[in-house]
């Protein structure tokens, strides 16, 4: 009887060469500094990006707290809603 396993060679000719192993092609992501709101509470680590915000101060969505602005270096991430 066969193996049950596959080596990842045997693994990417299964799926196609679908590069689930292999993360030396993907692409650098851009990070940027970004105006982000944070839950003040101590028990949630919830925060939204500045422009997710859903009111001018916003409350946590989460635990309903008040939330602070502060930056984070993260992902760009563009708000198509946020001309609105």
């Known amino acids: 009887m066969g193996s049950l396993f596959l080596n990842e060679s045997a693994f990417q000719n299964l799926i196609g060469g679908v590069g689930l192993f292999n993360r030396r092609n993907q692409e ?19 925060w939204v990006r500045d422009n997710f915000k859903s009111s001018e101060v916003p409350a946590c969505p989460i635990c ?17 809603s946020s001309a609105i």
């Open 28 to 46: 650098e992501v851009e990070k940027v500094e970004t105006k982000v709101w944070v839950c003040t509470s101590d028990d949630c680590n919830c």
């Open 64 to 80: 309903e707290s008040e939330m602070e602005q502060t930056t984070r270096v993260i992902e760009i991430l563009h708000n198509p």
